[in-house]
């Protein structure tokens, strides 16, 4: 086995002092830092015994730039919003407000009773309520031991 001894402290005895710091900072703050970092917002999916719910993050954006679809047993959500270019008075050094197109799916269990999905928008959040059928809620029950 062989051991490699990794030093995390920047080192300033190399030939060009700062050659590397230019380095660290165009790969790290450019749009192919950009590129890397998930543009699919991060979603969260529960279950109740009545319910299965979805949390979809979402900030920034407004109720009406959602579109919820569902197509058989597969609920599709997406948002699609375009940027403004219009301020031409401003000149920007960096720009990193630009919302983009994004679609999440999922497939719904047999037992998601699809007449009965209701959406709501509240701080930033897309809560997606799906009900179970009558026959699929689970039913809890004390069972005696004889």
């Given at each position: 086995m062989t051991l490699v001894r990794f030093n995390s402290e920047k080192k300033n005895n190399s030939l060009l002092p700062g050659f590397g710091d230019v380095f660290d900072s165009?790969?790290?703050?450019?749009?192919?830092?950009?590129?890397?970092?998930?543009?699919v917002p991060a979603v969260n999916i529960s279950?109740?015994?009545?319910?299965?719910?979805?949390?979809?993050?979402?900030?920034?954006?407004?109720?009406d730039d959602f579109k919820l679809n569902?197509?058989?047993?597969?609920?599709?959500?997406?948002v699609e919003q375009t940027?403004?270019?219009?301020?031409?008075?401003?000149?920007?050094?960096?720009?990193?407000?630009?919302y983009t197109s994004f679609v999440r799916s999922f497939t719904l269990p047999e037992?998601?009773?699809?007449?009965?999905?209701?959406?709501?928008?509240i701080d930033g959040v897309l809560k997606i309520d799906i009900a179970k059928k009558?026959?699929?809620?689970?039913?809890?029950?004390?069972?005696e031991i004889k």
């Open positions: 165009i790969f790290s703050d450019t749009a192919l830092s950009d590129r890397m970092v998930s543009r279950e109740t015994q009545d319910h299965f719910h979805i949390e979809l993050a979402a900030p920034g954006l407004k109720k569902l197509d058989r047993n597969s609920l599709s959500i997406s940027t403004n270019n219009n301020s031409q008075d401003k000149n920007y050094n960096k720009r990193e407000f630009s037992s998601a009773d699809e007449n009965q999905i209701e959406a709501t928008y009558e026959e699929a809620k689970s039913i809890a029950r004390q069972i």
